[in-house]
T-cell receptor, first 110, second 112 residues
């Protein structure tokens, strides 16, 4: 099956800093989503981005499907950005049968 | 819409007991997924349904696990008998026409 690798595994930032999270996947996909799991355990949708670039406020994401990677950019980080960021991909008949990476744990301090 | 609704939010049970987790997908969504999250294995897909029909249950760990979707607005995941290693957070998710998936708040299961 598809392998999903996220880097870095852990990231510690000061408030206001920018960061880039990376997701590599081993095969072609027809779905890619980024999630934020907050300290209460909720999985919050950030981006549905099988290809191209999207922006939502301080967050943006780019997926280069032909090169099998996606990037999540967080600008001007805030303490509320802390948590685990997951990349998940899908392929084949059900693209939303997602395979998750192990996540990047982000800690933002004030 | 209220989103994907799961119940209960927390469940503590004794080893050997039957556990039933419930999920109400977003109205109009035709795909429903059950995932499990543990520290050791991360988030893993257990089973998914399309139009109430189970499509792939290859992620279900053992015969002790079963899932049903009797109608478009309700699904259950049952563990019988439960074991301590089943302790995890169980998520339900749904999507429309195989696009973006949305997750419920999860059920934290503890088997003692």
């Amino acid at each position: 099956g598809i392998q999903v690798e996220q880097s870095p595994p852990d990231l510690i930032l000061q408030e206001g800093a920018n960061s880039t999270l990376r997701c590599n996947f081993s095969d072609s996909v027809n779905n890619l989503q980024w999630f934020h799991q907050n300290p209460w355990g909720q999985l919050i949708n950030l981006f549905y981005i099988p290809s191209g670039t999207k922006q939502n406020g301080r967050l943006s994401a780019t997926t280069v499907a032909t090169e099998r990677y996606s990037l999540l950019y967080i600008s001007s980080s805030q303490t509320t950005d802390s948590g685990v960021y997951f990349c998940a991909v899908g392929s084949g008949q059900a693209g939303t049968a997602l395979i998750f990476g192990k996540g990047t744990t982000l800690s933002v301090s004030s | 819409d209220a989103g994907v609704i799961q119940s209960p939010r927390h469940e503590v049970t004794e080893m050997g007991q039957e556990v039933t987790l419930r999920c109400k997908p977003i109205s109009g969504h035709d795909y429903l997924f059950w995932y499990r999250q543990t520290m050791m294995r991360g988030l893993e897909l257990l089973i998914y349904f399309n139009n109430n029909v189970p499509i792939d249950d290859s992620g279900m760990p053992e015969d002790r696990f079963s899932a049903k979707m009797p109608n478009a607005s309700f699904s259950t995941l049952k563990i019988q008998p439960s074991e301590p290693r089943d302790s995890a957070v169980y998520f339900c998710a749904s999507s429309f026409s195989d696009t973006e998936a949305f997750f419920g708040q999860g059920t934290r299961l503890t088997v003692v």
